[in-house]
């Protein structure tokens, strides 16, 4: 074949280019660890979703030292949980699956971006640094208002950020001769051991205890108060733990069924 | 070589076949080009994309 | 072709289907540049004609009208105008050409139909899926029966023009294909191989499925297939393009093709590496494993260098032109090109374009990289650069030397269709800037309002207002242009008595298809090993997507094959090469 010199040459620097360009991504995959969204996620069916451990419940977990993980899941047009909140310096896996169409999951003006296909879990590893706040929101067209699929993540300062939660069980009546239980529940979602000092106020009664929660476990602080000492009518109550709060009212009053269900723990 | 009738350009004022053609003008363009790919390259991929932080890796 | 007459005068009946071919491309031209302004004015923000949620139809529109009916049909006109011309004889049987034509227009107005329905509430019928319509969005039936129907046209356009090749080899036995035909030829075995893909994912799937005859599909199969056709059917809006800088452009610079061994091996090269790469769409896929996409990134890196091929034979062939032009120096050559032609400049800009494209290509299939760019408007930027501007500007370029050629009247204003094709240039540079910059500051594509409550984009030089005017200013001289062209192309079709300027003829090339060996116009051969490479690179990938979303589903338990085995092979591989160089 008759091919000119300065085409041979040409020849020769383009399998330079494509063999510096193969490189180069070659350096990303090993030399700096970036990896792509792959199949080691498993699969599940969106039927599935609501009964699943991980995505009937979507959260943010802490699996390690600094290691968390989000299950979360993407549906036409929204994100759950939202928003997410992480602390910073650490790693983090997002667990991405969907209840309907396809969807992405992109965090905006960063790298953290992938498809999220239903049947399908997406895994992503990252590590945000430095506390911010990213908007979250879906790339692939997923129906007539893709436009206004789109959630909060946030990187809080390690201080800030907690997996602490706040569960109060109180009755909503009681009779003038009963008693009122009011039971405030710490849960530590981290896997350190955290301390908090509980607050229980009912009238003019007040408790306070510092407990410590283990990891991944909860403790429990109950106020016990004489409904005839409080006399007929409602009563506020407050708890708190931290920062959380919450609040409710008891009723005193004759002939109420004693239930201790509908504890307020919005 | 075949020397089919070359159409009648009038601003064309000479004939020049393959081997007395030395396309100098053509190798300089595409090492320009070349320069341009490779500066791009290394500033969309170093610059862009590795600052474009957080980035998926590989989980230990 | 006897010497001296135009197309029109030697071949009467196939002008006049050519000219048909393209007026449905026209047509469709006009209707979706008026979809784009629109997009680029809704998008921005600067004017809201409709409601946010039609923007997703006026978008499906925008991309079947452009990027299947405009440039498809405007190839076939290329193509057969480039076999009737170069093999010299007409098609065998006229009635069988005007077949393919026919149905194609049938399956374009089927589809057309469909989407346009969407602007109504009185007709129940939708398909605001966009033009790749991922399944589980759905779209009516009569969206899916179009494309089949419109894509069965081009395979019998494609069997027209291999029966008049096999005509004329039984009338020129031993003869080396002409090179327009062979470029027809390879391209559309190319377009066999890969349309396959889509054509099973719509008859065995998507299309039973939206008629209710199965309750449920594999998305990830559905858009695997896609993909398998979706990269190379970018080829096929681009090999026309090619055809024309190779065939076309070096007579406009008054020079000669400088290789067509060459250029045969770079149509070789299309066919061997276009289908194995499309899982390249699918870098940011879960469900896909790492091998498998590296795979797809190394081929996709080697289908660099038959365009990186062309970019020196065509230089070549137009330094040619200026050479025997006068032009002199390393770089003052350029000068001696004729650029006053509004069908040599069209090119030479759309190439131009066509060369920076060709990068931000590199970076889509980078793999890694595709993290930043993916599904932000970055993409369209890439689109609107490549078949937005080095197919759609060299057809629009083309068509003024064509036209004249296929109805034997003289261009209407040469010096507007010169400013036509630099306004198309200058569009270009405004709206994709801005498309390229804004995706890499994270503005999604895809999206009738780019604007969230919760955040701000963080544009480092420069501002989003900035680059929203770009977009707009940038779209509007576009949709200025494509109307200009539209104009002159229909005061040229009625421009009577009058002839073109050129005689039609083109010249030979300077190393002929004698300087290369015979193996490259075995046809079969290459389809063979096309065959091969494809089965090799889609294989596994299928079968792991089968067998971990079911054939129809996830309701379909897996279906265990030893498969993970190949997948598990590629990852090794890549963790191989990790240990060695850590
Ligand atoms: C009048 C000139 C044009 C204008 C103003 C225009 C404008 C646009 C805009 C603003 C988008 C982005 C929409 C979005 O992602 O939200 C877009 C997408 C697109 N354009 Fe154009 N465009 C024009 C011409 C063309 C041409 C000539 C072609 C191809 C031949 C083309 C093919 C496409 C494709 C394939 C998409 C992507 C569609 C999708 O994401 O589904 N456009 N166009
Ligand atoms: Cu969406
Ligand atoms: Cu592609």
Known sequence: MRIHQYERVWLLASMVLIVGFIATITYGAVGLGITMVDDRGATIAPDEINEDERFGDPRVEQVGDDEYEVYAVAMTFAFQPDPIEIPADSEVTFYVTSRDVIHSFYVVGTNTNTMVIPGEISVVTVEFDEPGEYGLICTEYCGAAHHEMEGQLAVLEDEEFDLTELEVEAPDEVEPDGEIEITATVTNGQLEAIEETVTVELGDETLEESVTVEGDESESVTLTVDAADLGEGDHDWTASAGDLTESGTVSVVEGSEDDTEGGDDA | ?60 | MPNGATFADAYPTQARHIRAAFWASFLSLGVGAFFGLIQALHRTDILRVIESQTYYTVLTAHGVFLVISFTIFFLVGVFQWAVTDSLERPPVDMRFTWGWYGLMSLGASLTAFAILAGFTDSIDVRANVLFTFYAPLQAHPLFYVGLVVFVVGTWLAGADWFRSWLAWKGDNPGERIPLPTFMVLTTMIMWYISSIGVAVAILAFILPWSLELTGSLNPTLTRTLFWYFGHPVVYFWLLPAYLLWYILLPKLAGGRLFSDPLARVVFILFVLLSTPVGIHHQYLDPGISEGFKFIAMTNTMFLLLPSLLTAFTIIASMEHGARQRGGEGYFNWLTALPWRDPAFTGMALAGMVFAFGGFTGIVNAGMNINYLVHNTLWVPGHIHTQVGTAAALTFMAGAYWLVPQLTGNRLVGRGLALVQVVLWFVGIVFMTNSMYRGGLVGIPRRTAEPQYEGFEYEVAAGSVGELNAQLAIGGTILFVSAMLFLALMVLTAFNGGTEPIDDGSIPPALSGPEDSPAVLDNLKLWVAIAAVLVVIAYSFPLASIVSRGGLFGPDIGPIPVAIDAASTVARTALEAVSAVVR
Do not use: C, K
Request: glycine residues 4%; aromatic residues 16%; charged residues 15%.
């Open chain 2, 1 to 60: 070589m075949s020397n089919v009738a070359r159409q009648e350009d009038p601003a064309s004022v000479e004939r020049i076949e393959h081997d007395e053609f030395d396309p100098v003008g053509t190798l300089a363009l595409i090492a320009f080009y070349f320069a341009v790919l490779v500066l791009l390259w290394l500033f969309t991929y170093f610059v862009e994309f590795l600052g474009n932080v957080p980035t998926p890796v590989v989980v230990a």
